[in-house]
């Protein structure tokens, strides 16, 4: 079937025109310091709740099964919005949809710290969700404005690098705040440090959107380029790998408090035992960067999900024997996050590929689908925690089975071919 062309501008390959390298309009560090804070908020709006999971089933009456969807609704609105917040970026500028998005989250979050249900809570995290996706999109695309080349690679590695401190840190961030208060204080935490950001955001840096650079809201220019990317093969089968990949994630952000505490009994840990996961996932993503040059995406990727697919099939057979301990736990599941940070981030790169003329909007879909997707998987499977961790090695080994069967389907059976 060919291809539609997209309908873009003239000059496709510069839809947003980057500066030369190094021409921020605040300082290096500082830039990289702001994206890295931008991106992370997001971050805290999630990994912050985990200790309070079982305050919320107190105090608004949740069971077990339901608590999973605090995550799930603030994923799945975040998921949602990108597919809106990249057009309206590119249409009125930078500045105008961050402040709006940030200030957006405030209010939200200090309606989640009144909730007196959990309807009222679930629903007001999904619009929180809806505001915050403003980051992802916006953040990516000031990169672009003020960089390019190696210079914007390089901006992206340490923004990144920089951003993954924070889901480290940020259950311990919440376990903390619960020493001198509930859960509600740690949305009012949430929304104090988004208007911080948001005031430095405002006082430091500039609209980086030249008006000659403005795209117009365009019905058929979106759909246009919705289809030439979803006719793309290969951004269709690694943009599905990744959504399996993602949804195994949440999973895992959804289960471990329960984890931590039924299963293994062992609460107070939970801090340790997610830092140490997500430190290994940030390895992994340290590692990629060292080594695609010399080995290239696609044997990366591939073999990272082997790896997977062999790791999770060991945990599960370690508990269904009875051998699992937390440590034991924790040991396969860093190997595991290690894995996804190999997986995700190349296939991501590979399903955008062929998009260089529509970045925005293919990356925006494709957002889209994969968080919103993501969030569904990882919602069924924290829902289906039946007080071991099977259903989270399941997902797991479910997830990289169908992403390797999907880079086989794209790549017509020849994995691990150069890139």
Not at 92 to 113: E, K
Not at 247 to 267: D, E, K, M, N, W
Not at 350 to 361: D, L, P, S, V, Y
């Amino acid at each position: 079937m060919p291809q539609a062309e997209p309908l873009v501008r003239d000059d496709p390959s510069s839809a947003i025109r980057p500066r030369d390298e190094n021409t921020a309009p605040i300082r290096f560090a500082e830039f990289v310091a702001l994206i890295a804070a931008l991106m992370a908020v997001g971050a805290l709006g999630i990994d912050t709740m985990l200790p309070a999971f079982p305050q919320f089933g107190r105090d608004l009456h949740a069971t077990a099964g339901d608590l999973p969807l605090i995550i799930v609704t603030f994923s799945t609105g975040f998921g949602i919005a990108q597919i809106i917040h990249g057009p309206l970026a590119d249409r009125f500028g930078r500045r105008p949809v961050l402040i709006g998005a940030l200030a957006w989250y405030v209010v939200m979050n200090l309606l989640c710290a009144l909730a007196g249900s959990l309807e009222l809570l679930l629903v007001a995290r999904v619009f929180a969700g809806l505001g915050i996706a403003a980051t992802r999109v916006v953040t990516i695309a000031l990169i672009r404005d003020c960089y390019s080349g190696r210079a914007m690679a390089r901006v992206s590695s340490l923004a990144v690098m920089t951003f993954m401190i924070f889901p480290i840190i940020a259950p311990s961030i919440g376990e903390m705040i619960l020493k001198f208060g509930s859960w509600r204080l740690i949305f009012n935490m949430v929304a104090i440090v988004s208007a911080m950001i948001a005031a430095w955001f405002i006082l430091r840096m500039p609209e980086t959107l030249a008006p000659e650079n403005r795209v117009p809201l365009e019905w058929n220019r979106l759909v246009a380029n919705w289809r030439f990317t979803l006719n793309d093969r290969q951004s269709v089968g690694y943009a599905a790998a990744v959504i399996g990949l993602q949804g195994a994630l949440f999973g895992y952000i959804t289960s471990i408090q329960p984890i931590v505490s039924t299963v293994f009994h062992r609460p107070d840990e939970l801090g340790l035992v997610f830092a140490l996961c997500a430190g290994l996932m940030m390895c992994g993503n340290l590692l990629n960067s060292r080594i695609v040059m010399w080995l290239g995406m696609r044997r990366i990727s591939h073999g990272a999900m082997l790896v997977l697919i062999l790791a999770a099939s060991t945990s599960l057979l370690i508990e269904h024997f009875g051998l699992e301990t937390l440590w034991l736990f924790v040991a396969m599941q860093a190997v595991t996050m290690m894995c996804f940070g190999l997986a995700a981030s190349n296939c991501s790169a590979m399903a955008m590929a062929n998009m260089g003329a529509i970045a925005g909007t293919a990356s925006s879909l494709q957002g889209f689908v994969i968080t919103t997707g993501g969030a569904v998987i990882g919602g069924l499977i924290g829902r289906s925690f039946n007080g071991t961790t099977t259903p989270l090695h399941i997902g797991f080994l479910t997830a990289g089975i169908v992403a390797l069967a999907l880079a086989a389907i794209v790549e017509r059976g020849r994995l691990f071919r150069p890139t």
